[in-house]
């Protein structure tokens, strides 16, 4: 049962460019969705939402965009600093939240 | 800034053994959550609790577990009678009140990692 996904596992690019790290989601009904950062021997920390009648959200270097026909959104780190190799989570929320797999994104100097 | 803690931070336990996982959710939220992580694979909702009840549990969450607010500040997981496939790391999470336009953000605690031999 995998309602919110993500196919890459991993992402590398270099400091200064985009990282766009993306994700597929299965139930239309959805009202919100979530993107989290996690690092080694953390717990998630909540980053950046969107609204399900939105299409984009910004919040500094971070921007969410959401294709509600496509069910896809993604995630966009402009620029990419070596401070944000992380593992991304996106999130749907129902209440709880249903997570990603998670992508391993990895910000090379 | 407000955060949730847990303890402990690694338990290495004997299959079959009870396990008490501790977190300290931040204070004047009123939803509490738990998750856990198997390695490599993503983090799974096992339950939430609000007013001293569970208000929706998940598969995973068989009469093994169960969880308790005993005294206002501590939310604790317990696994009866652990199994290997109970190794990961747990999760717990909490929230206040939602604002009326706006998603639920959990603040998550930095785990616990359980390992079951």
């Known amino acids: 049962d995998q309602q919110v996904k993500q196919n890459s596992p991993s992402l590398s690019v270099q400091e200064g460019r985009i990282s766009i790290l993306n994700c597929d989601y299965t139930?239309?009904?959805?009202?919100?969705f979530l993107w989290y950062k996690k690092y080694p021997a953390e717990g998630p920390t909540f980053l950046i939402s969107?609204?399900?009648?939105?299409d984009k959200n910004e919040d500094g270097r971070f921007t969410v965009f959401l294709n509600k026909s496509a069910k896809h959104l993604s995630l966009h780190i402009v620029p990419s600093q070596p401070g944000d190799s992380a593992v991304y989570f996106c999130?749907?929320?129902?209440?709880?939240?249903?997570f990603g797999q998670g992508t391993t994104l990895q910000v090379k100097p | 800034e407000p955060e949730v803690t847990q303890t402990p931070s690694h338990q290495v336990t004997q299959m079959g053994q009870e396990v008490i996982l501790r977190c300290v959710p931040i204070?004047?939220?009123?939803?509490f959550y738990w998750y856990r992580q198997i390695l490599g694979q993503k983090v799974e909702f096992l339950v939430s609790?609000?007013?001293?009840?569970?208000?929706?549990k998940s598969e995973i969450f068989d009469d093994q577990f169960s969880v308790e607010r005993p005294d206002g500040s501590n939310f604790t997981l317990k696994i009866r009678s652990t199994k290997l496939e109970d190794s990961a790391m747990y999760f717990c999470?909490?929230?206040?009140?939602?604002?009326?336009?706006?998603?639920?953000?959990?603040?998550f605690g930095a785990g616990s990692r359980l390992t079951v031999l």
């Open positions: 969107i609204s399900s009648i939105k």
């Open positions: 999470a909490s929230r206040g009140f939602r604002h009326l336009a706006g998603a639920n953000v959990l603040t």
């Open positions: 999130a749907a929320d129902t209440g709880k939240l249903i």
């Open positions: 139930n239309s009904m959805f009202d919100y």
């Open positions: 609790f609000y007013n001293n009840e569970i208000s929706e």
């Open positions: 204070s004047n939220h009123l939803y």
